[in-house]
Each structure stands twice: as structure tokens, then as C-alpha cells.
């Protein structure tokens, strides 16, 4: 049973235009989230996170927004780069804090310039 | 760079074979964590270790066991292995026991053949 879903496996955006990624959960007891970003050969690299007493966290170019009712959460990046190509991964954690976080397959990001 | 580094890179070996991952976690970091990443799925949680004990256990084989040594670098052992074991090993770090913000390292590319 997949608890944390992306459901698009893989995304184009053009340079400069806004990209939004997409992440469906089942567990209403996932208390924070993560996006990871992944390039080849690399491991994932934390990108930003949100608490689930906030709807909304920004950081530069990057915004999570939570949706708790829909158990809905996406990432925005505005303007996408050709850089942000990547493979995002969406991670939720529920309390207590030692329970493990719980990935998502991934979506595969291409900023076409 | 994260910090994390993990040995080796690239592994290949023979079914029914024993292997040793080994991951060195950022400076500070108490916590390791160990995930698999198969072809076309996400990081699946097999095990953490905090400061030299065992924390929390996700979807390990009996085949799998790990440990955290006194020096706070960890072990992934994989014994009798199988082609499904095929993947890459990511390892990561954290400050603290709880699944907060964790840094990856690089992985290990495991082919059983």
C-alpha cells in the first residue's frame, strides 16, 4: 500500500515558465513533509519541508503548499531553470518522530530551454 | 556534497554472495539511515541506527542486517544474494533520532548477476 503517491511520473516545462509537482497521501497522520531533489549519479538532496500547521513554505524559487483536507501537497517552482532538471522525490513523516519518512516514486522533471 | 560519503560506488557480484556497503555520516550526525531505490521505485526505508542502536526497521530481508559502530559509521551487509537485489543503496544522515531532515550520500550501485 503506497501511502505517499506521484502520480505523474515525469514533467516538461519550458524555461522560465512555472513548474508544479504533485503529491497525494493516504495517511492523515503524516505530520511533516519533504521534497527531495535527485540528479543522476547523486544522491537526494533535501529541498524544503512544511509542517503540518502551515499550508505554505517558501524558499527562494521554491514553494510547498499543503492541501490537509485533499492530503494534497505540490511544489512550485517559479521560474524553472534549465538546472532544476531533476528527479523530485515527496517524503512524509508521522509522529512519533522515529517512525521512518515514507517516499514517493518520483517525478522526472525536464526544463526545456 | 552532502557529507555522507558511501563505499563503494559501483559493486557487481554473483548470486548467493555476501556484500558490505559502508556509509561514513556527516560530522555531528548520530543517525544513519539505509534505503533501497530499485528500478522504477522510490527509496524504500530498510533500517535506522542512532548513536550505535538500532531504531527503526522498515522493509529489511532477514537476508540484510546493518549496524552502527562506536565511531558512528555504519554497515549494510547483504548476504545470499538474489537479482532482485539489484538496486542502489543510498545511506543517509541526520542530527537527531527523529526522521527530520536527512542527507543522502552518493549510493552504491549494487548488480548481482
Known amino acids: 500500500d503506497q501511502q505517499v503517491k506521484q502520480n505523474s511520473p515525469s514533467l516538461s516545462v519550458q524555461e522560465g515558465r512555472i513548474s508544479i509537482l504533485n503529491c497525494d497521501y493516504t495517511?492523515?497522520?503524516?505530520?511533516?513533509f519533504l521534497w527531495y531533489k535527485k540528479y543522476p549519479a547523486e544522491g537526494p538532496t533535501f529541498l524544503i519541508s512544511i509542517s503540518s500547521i502551515k499550508d505554505k513554505n517558501e524558499d527562494g524559487r521554491f514553494t510547498v503548499f499543503l492541501n490537509k483536507s485533499a492530503k494534497h501537497l505540490s511544489l512550485h517552482i517559479v521560474p524553472s531553470q534549465p538546472g532544476d532538471s531533476a528527479v523530485y522525490f515527496c517524503a512524509a513523516r508521522r509522529p512519533p518522530g522515529n517512525t521512518p519518512l515514507v517516499f514517493g516514486k518520483g517525478t522526472r522533471l525536464s526544463v526545456i530551454a | 556534497d552532502s557529507g555522507v560519503t558511501q563505499t563503494p560506488k559501483h559493486l557487481i557480484t554473483a548470486t548467493g554472495q555476501r556484500v558490505t556497503l559502508r556509509c561514513s555520516p556527516r560530522s555531528g550526525d548520530l543517525s544513519v539511515y539505509w534505503y533501497q531505490q530499485s528500478l522504477d521505485q522510490g527509496l524504500q526505508f530498510l533500517i535506522q541506527?542512532?548513536?550505535?542502536?538500532?531504531?527503526a526497521k522498515g522493509n529489511i530481508l532477514e537476508r540484510f542486517s546493518a549496524q552502527q559502530f562506536p565511531d558512528l559509521h555504519s554497515e549494510l551487509n547483504l548476504s545470499s544474494l538474489e537479482l532482485g537485489d539489484s538496486a542502489l543503496y543510498f545511506c543517509?544522515?541526520?542530527?537527531?533520532?527523529?526522521?527530520?531532515?536527512?542527507?543522502f550520500g552518493p549510493g552504491t550501485r549494487l548488480t548481482v548477476l
Open positions: 495517511n492523515s497522520m503524516f505530520d511533516y
Open positions: 543517509a544522515s541526520s542530527v537527531l533520532a527523529v526522521a527530520d531532515t536527512q542527507y
Open positions: 541506527y542512532y548513536n550505535g542502536e538500532e531504531r
